[in-house]
């Protein structure tokens, strides 16, 4: 039976992913799961709560929250991590400050990301050192965002560090992909894929026998983007609903291949700009929405001391942290999407890149499959991207003011120097006490 470690314990995210667990747990048996967050009472409110549905549903998997790093740390095998560092109030000024200068506002493209990236590395660093102390055999299993810019911070900061870097979207993406063409789970398909983290393509998807799925799946994105007849739980939301419409003219300037919903921040900035509203973005959304849910459940189940009838649901989708967790545990070399360094796997790459990628996952971590040469319009894009996250982690490093204007210059988001600069003087402002001083 193995420990599992949830750092980033009072997440809205948090309860989904323990019943997810509850519900895997004869293909990955547990026997402790610790909450780690450095929120006490925020954590203590999920924890409660958790603590009941569990009493109720799994009485053998025992639950400590704690905000001890020995304590959450000590004896693990795994560490999933989602932390927020900065929580929604930051996310928010991640969103709004750019708007303010007229550029995209959002928590993992340009100057959003940039700034959120500046804040998680210091959590996650932190996080692997605990770990390095307490638990030096555990693996991380990190889907802390921006994704992108904390692979790359890992890999030069920390590099012999046993973490995973994964992302979700792609998954979700395949969901709706398999839905709108009928099939029962994106199990059933076998995918190719590469680019960096939340800029990235498909460019072949095939069922188990080999057929081509792709000319189906691009027919559907040409009409629809990834909007599905039945709606799935996220397009319930108007701000994904949106995106995953727009997918359509993501992939009308690429008609062979698949995007990531992400790359519309990056080709169509003027749209999305027009379409924001300066006053209430995606964080107000999600605090208005997940988070108030989340916590109004959580204390309902305390104070009536049952779970039974509670709204809170299974995130089944994010049952690809137990399958990842049982590649590793169990050497299934299950294939995966990973974040990882690209050493040739493009290799027309840059080899340092952390790029996402199909890999065979099994006990010694991932194993990339080779991807070839990919074509210019997809490598050019990439490469100014790839720019932005390496300048942005280097001026964490080096605590460098240049390094960071030129990391936001550099931003397909961003229209000139001189705005750069001014979204980074009011980032700066709104950041104190969490980058590092420049
Ligand atoms: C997807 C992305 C994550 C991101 C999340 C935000 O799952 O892959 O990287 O954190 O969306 O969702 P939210 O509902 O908080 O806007």
Redesign the pocket.
Known sequence: KFNISIAGGGSTFTPGIILMLLDHLEDFPIDTIKLYDNDGERQQTIADACEILLKERAPEVKLLASTDPKVAFENVDFVMAHIRVGKYAMREQDEKIPLRHGVVGQ??CGPGGIAYGMRSITGVLEIIDYMEKYSPDAWMLN?S???AIVAEATRKLRPNSKILNI???PI?IEELMASNIGLSSRKEMVVKYYGLN?FGWWTDIRDKSGKDLMPEIIKHVEQHGYATDTGSD?EK?A??SDTFKKARDVQAIDKDTLPNTYLKYYLYPDYEVAHSNKEYT?AN??MAG?EKFVFTECENIINKGTAEGTELTIDEHASYIVDLARAIAFNTKERMLMIVENKGAISNFEPTAMVEIPCLVGSEGPEPLSVGEIPRFQKSLMEQQVGVEKLTVEAYEEQSYQKLWQALTLSRTIPSAKVAKDILDDLIEANKGYWPDL
Do not use: Q
């Open positions: 928590e993992t889907y965002n921006p994704a992302c979700d979207m979700g939340h996220m939301e701000s994904w995606r959304e999600v997940r």
